[in-house]
């Protein structure tokens, strides 16, 4: 029995990975579950599947779970620390991170840190603080597993699950294909109208809002391509994004015998979760069969850098290191954090971040504290320039 952390439980990746246990019950064992503030949908988990163990984040979500439950053989947590105690639970073999954005760094990085199977699904944590991750990854003996679908379908174009030393391996480069999402043939001239119910309508994904506005701007992408770094060790120069408006194709791997291995699937979550949860077992995950005829057309283009500035921005910020993709992305959190309440237009997003990573200095990238603060830096400035705008 593996013993699963489910951090995010009540969000996209989260429903979908409870899929997939719940297909296995003589392989997995739900230990605990995380959400912020979903007190129904955390109800329903709760009664479902039965975890030992809940948290809720917010203190009162947790306290309204509790008295639903009350009577019933679950223990509630709430508040941040919960999130670290559950990932870094001696009891728990697997951690599946799938809370979104920043706030995931610290119990992902708790799971590595305790030697974990670590399932990654927040970008976010390898974005802010890759190196930091990384050395963790490779001082405490945890595996990470990659569960972003581009990353997983790498990895599995990889010689035997490795990441490391890839130009010795042959690798001679990584095409990370993106769908470019709704707006891929949208007139550059009506990008300022996009209203966040157009962003959030992806054409081929169902997913959480924050990382559905990322793939409309791209940035998404550029996180990708910056995650992708981090896990693969290449530099960004080896690495080509690709538009692939089917997203069948989900990653592509090129050697230098000139063969190109690809990971080809139909666009269900459930598929690269499944991937890695019964790794190097394969596992039945409920993902419709795909059918080659029915798809028959597989399309590439360039990526368009100035229809998605955000894709430079991704570039330049991993290019440069240390702090700046921590900068980058804290940026990003906020500005379409606004954008979804409906506070600032679509085109603001990437000169908010843009102008972040002009004023904001960046430094090392090898200490916690100072990427906290780098980011916290960015939260702040983006906050008040947005502030600015509406005054
Ligand atoms: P959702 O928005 O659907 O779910 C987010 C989850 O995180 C929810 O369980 C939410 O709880 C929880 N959460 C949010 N804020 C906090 C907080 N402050 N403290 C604790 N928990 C919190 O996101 P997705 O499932 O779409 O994405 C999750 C991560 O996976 C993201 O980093 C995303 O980039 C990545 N990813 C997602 C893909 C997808 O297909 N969805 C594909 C590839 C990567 P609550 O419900 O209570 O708010
Ligand atoms: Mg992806």
């Known amino acids: 029995m593996q013993k699963i952390c489910l951090l995010g439980a009540t969000g996209s990746i989260g429903q979908s990975t409870l899929d997939v246990l719940a297909r296995h019950p003589e392989r997995f064992l739900l230990q605990a579950v995380s959400a912020n503030h979903s007190v129904d949908r955390m109800l329903e988990i709760c009664r479902k599947h039965r975890p030992r163990i809940a948290v809720m984040a917010d203190s009162e979500a947790a306290a309204r779970l509790a008295d639903a439950l009350a009577g019933e053989d679950i223990e509630i947590r ?15 073999d697997t951690v599946m991170a799938a809370i979104v954005g920043a706030v995931g760094l ?17 970008k976010e944590a390898l974005v802010m603080a890759g190196q930091l991750f990384m050395n963790a990854v490779r001082d405490s003996g945890a595996e990470l597993l990659p569960i972003d679908s581009e990353h997983n379908a790498i990895f599995q174009c990889l010689p035997n699950g490795q990441t490391r030393g890839l130009k010795q391996r042959g690798v001679s480069r990584i095409w ?5 999402g709704p707006f ?13 119910e157009q962003a959030i309508a992806h054409p081929n994904w169902s997913m959480g809002p924050k990382i559905s506005v990322d793939s409309a701007t791209m940035m998404n ?14 530099p960004e120069s080896e690495i080509e994004i690709l538009l692939h408006p089917q997203s069948i ?19 269900d979550m459930r598929t690269p979760i499944a991937h890695a949860l019964g790794y190097p077992d394969r596992i039945e995950s409920g993902v419709e069969p795909l ?12 990526a368009d850098e100035n229809r998605f500035p955000c894709l430079r921005l991704a570039r330049a910020a991993i290019a440069e290191g240390g702090t700046r993709p921590a900068i980058l992305n804290a940026a990003n959190e906020i500005a379409v954090d606004a954008f979804l309440n409906g506070r600032i237009a679509f085109t603001r997003i990437p000169q908010l971040i843009e102008d972040c990573m002009q004023h904001i200095e960046s430094h090392p990238g090898d200490s916690l504290e100072q990427i906290l603060a780098d980011d916290r830096a960015a939260r702040e400035r983006v906050r008040r320039r947005i502030a600015e705008d509406l005054a």
């Open 106 to 122: 610290m119990p992902t990085l708790a799971a590595v840190r305790a030697g974990k199977r670590v399932l990654l699904a927040n």
């Open 291 to 302: 059918d080659p005829v029915t798809v028959s057309q597989l399309n590439f283009e360039a």
């Open 249 to 267: 194709i989900h990653s592509m791997v090129a050697y230098n015998d000139g063969s190109v291995l690809a990971q080809l699937g139909n666009p």
């Open 78 to 92: 709430s508040g941040e620390q919960a999130l670290v105690d559950i990932a870094a639970d001696p009891e728990v």
């Open 184 to 196: 891929r043939e949208w007139p550059l001239n009506r990008f300022d109208a996009i209203t966040p």
């Open 176 to 180: 990370l294909t993106g769908s470019g």
């Open 221 to 234: 992408k550029g996180l990708e391509l910056i995650e992708a770094c981090w896990l693969f060790g290449l």
